[in-house]
């Protein structure tokens, strides 16, 4: 049965691909616009002058997240599309002219160069250049899984060039860094792909800013739009969740659109002990605290807005604080009293679910951690606590499941309510002479 399912996918991806091979080609735009970077005004007054956070204004809240025109309706399909809309809207595309997100060798940028230039030669406009590059790209690089697929050389655009061969991620890869090349902007985009409005996978894609517009660009599945504006063209096949590009970058953070929210990805060594994150980027609530790389020893307190609602992808255990570690050397998480769905006390963040508030992330620097909320503890909700001594459960808790604590060396005392149940194993790999006292 499982292999029947395999075929299926693979027959109804043949399908979608086979479908969208038409090349349809954009309108050339002879009306050049020149770009200019948006301006905005520094509003936050107790940062150190020697960083500059002119991209930030304390003016979002929440009802921001949806990042869309007040009054305007969307279907669901067409949300994210018009939230990437709306943050694209507010970048200088000449910001974009970089190849951070690929390790090519200055060779290889060489022989794409001139790869490129063949390409494009007799075309003038911005469009008509990107028109060649993109039907070059169908036409001469094949959809074939590689076996280092998984691995992110295998995917590189200079590696792509050399083979001819690639999946969504080298398409998009080799994309960017020919229209880099040519001095034309382009973002790399990570989401998923529908197809008579069933999920088919996870997908790479661009958006590239051609002679004054943002177009929406797919070169795996041969497929391009206008303009971005055409939400109901291409929303029912792409939503994006990622753009692989910072929105802004500073000394102390970089902030970027990540699992459908902009969102703290890096702290940086240059950053103070103590940092209160401001709200906002361009005017767009920034509600997410996802770092993609562990954040600095030194950095000790982060201090949230209200805007805070997530720690990435939480759900699937892919949260860079949450389930990375990337946040073991925080000691204090300040979290606005008006936030409405993140709460912290005595070690612990909380998150609403529903009407309860369920455990969202322990510090790790703490060596005594009390409980607020919960009634019953699953396995793993508190795992290698390496400082952890004294642990408290709430009044409310009724049941200890096994190995919900698990791997704390110096735990010492557990207190827990009188007629809690806790299983025999519910703390496993801890330290063998822990006591457990009721109140």
Same mark, same amino acid.
């Given at each position: 049965?499982?292999?029947?399912?395999?075929?299926?996918?693979?027959? *109804?991806?043949?399908? @979608?691909? $086979?479908?969208?091979? /038409?090349?349809? #080609?954009? +309108?050339?735009? &002879?009306?050049?616009?020149?770009?200019?970077?948006?301006?905005?005004?520094?509003?936050?007054?107790?940062?150190?002058?020697?960083?500059?956070?002119?991209?930030?204004?304390?003016?979002?809240?929440?009802?921001?997240?949806?990042?869309?025109?007040?009054?305007?309706?969307?279907?669901?399909?067409?949300? *994210?599309?018009?939230? @990437?809309? $709306?943050?694209?809207? /507010?970048?200088? #595309?000449? +910001?974009?002219? &970089?190849?951070?997100?690929?390790?090519?060798?200055?060779?290889?940028?060489?022989?794409?160069?001139?790869?490129?230039?063949?390409?494009?030669?007799?075309?003038?406009?911005?469009?008509?250049?990107?028109?060649?590059?993109?039907?070059?790209?169908?036409?001469?690089?094949?959809?074939?899984?590689?076996?280092?697929?998984?691995?992110?050389?295998?995917?590189?655009?200079?590696?792509?060039?050399?083979?001819?061969?690639?999946?969504?991620?080298?398409?998009?890869?080799?994309?960017?860094?020919?229209?880099?090349?040519?001095?034309?902007?382009?973002?790399?985009?990570?989401?998923?792909?529908?197809?008579?409005?069933?999920?088919?996978?996870?997908?790479?894609?661009?958006?590239?800013?051609?002679?004054?517009?943002?177009?929406?660009?797919?070169?795996?599945?041969?497929?391009?739009?206008?303009?971005?504006?055409?939400?109901?063209?291409?929303?029912?096949?792409?939503?994006?969740?990622?753009?692989?590009?910072?929105?802004?970058?500073?000394?102390?953070?970089?902030?970027?659109?990540?699992?459908?929210?902009?969102?703290?990805?890096?702290?940086?060594?240059?950053?103070?002990?103590?940092?209160?994150?401001?709200?906002?980027?361009?005017?767009?609530?920034?509600?997410?605290?996802?770092?993609?790389?562990?954040?600095?020893?030194?950095?000790?307190?982060?201090?949230?807005?209200?805007?805070?609602?997530?720690?990435?992808?939480?759900?699937?255990?892919?949260?860079?604080?949450?389930?990375?570690?990337?946040?073991?050397?925080?000691?204090?998480?300040?979290?606005?009293?008006?936030?409405?769905?993140?709460?912290?006390?005595?070690?612990?963040?909380?998150?609403?679910?529903?009407?309860?508030?369920?455990?969202?992330?322990?510090?790790?620097?703490?060596?005594?951690?009390?409980?607020?909320?919960?009634?019953?503890?699953?396995?793993?909700?508190?795992?290698?606590?390496?400082?952890?001594?004294?642990?408290?459960?709430?009044?409310?808790?009724?049941?200890?499941?096994?190995?919900?604590?698990?791997?704390?060396?110096?735990?010492?005392?557990?207190?827990?309510?009188?007629?809690?149940?806790?299983?025999?194993?519910?703390?496993?790999?801890?330290?063998?002479?822990?006591?457990?006292?009721?109140?």
């Amino acid at each position: 049965m499982r292999r029947i399912i395999q075929l299926s996918v693979l027959a *109804l991806t043949f399908i @979608v691909a $086979t479908a969208c091979r /038409k090349y349809i #080609p954009l +309108e050339s735009n &002879n009306n050049n616009q020149k770009v200019v970077a948006s301006k905005t005004e520094n509003t936050e007054e107790n940062q150190p002058e020697e960083v500059n956070l002119n991209d930030y204004k304390e003016l979002a809240n929440l009802k921001d997240l949806s990042y869309t025109e007040t009054g305007v309706h969307f279907q669901k399909e067409e949300r *994210l599309a018009v939230r @990437v809309r $709306t943050i694209l809207s /507010k970048i200088n #595309p000449k +910001e974009l002219l &970089n190849l951070d997100y690929d390790d090519i060798t200055p060779e290889e940028l060489n022989e794409i160069k001139i790869a490129t230039n063949k390409i494009v030669a007799g075309n003038s406009t911005e469009t008509d250049k990107y028109n060649a590059i993109f039907k070059w790209i169908i036409k001469e690089i094949a959809y074939e899984l590689v076996p280092e697929n998984g691995s992110r050389d295998a995917n590189r655009a200079g590696r792509i060039l050399k083979n001819r061969k690639a999946v969504c991620q080298g398409y998009a890869n080799l994309l960017k860094a020919m229209c880099y090349t040519q001095n034309i902007p382009a973002v790399i985009t990570l989401g998923a792909c529908y197809w008579q409005g069933k999920f088919i996978g996870d997908h790479a894609w661009n958006y590239v800013y051609v002679d004054g517009k943002w177009i929406v660009s797919d070169p795996t599945w041969h497929r391009q739009f206008k303009e971005v504006e055409e939400f109901e063209k291409h929303s029912y096949y792409l939503r994006p969740h990622t753009l692989a590009q910072n929105l802004s970058s500073n000394k102390w953070f970089d902030v970027a659109y990540r699992n459908e929210l902009i969102s703290f990805i890096k702290f940086k060594f240059a950053a103070p002990v103590a940092i209160k994150l401001p709200l906002s980027w361009q005017g767009l609530a920034i509600a997410s605290l996802d770092p993609i790389k562990l954040i600095p020893k030194h950095i000790k307190s982060l201090q949230l807005s209200n805007n805070i609602i997530s720690f990435g992808k939480e759900e699937n255990n892919a949260s860079g604080i949450v389930n990375m570690g990337y946040g073991k050397f925080i000691e204090q998480f300040g979290i606005a009293d008006d936030n409405p769905v993140l709460e912290f006390a005595d070690g612990v963040v909380y998150k609403a679910k529903g009407n309860k508030m369920g455990i969202l992330y322990i510090l790790d620097t703490q060596a005594t951690i009390k409980l607020k909320y919960g009634e019953i503890f699953d396995k793993n909700i508190i795992i290698n606590k390496a400082n952890l001594k004294h642990l408290y459960f709430p009044t409310t808790a009724t049941r200890i499941e096994a190995y919900a604590v698990e791997h704390c060396p110096l735990l010492e005392t557990v207190y827990i309510p009188k007629g809690c149940h806790y299983e025999k194993k519910a703390f496993f790999d801890c330290n063998s002479s822990f006591k457990i006292v009721e109140f």
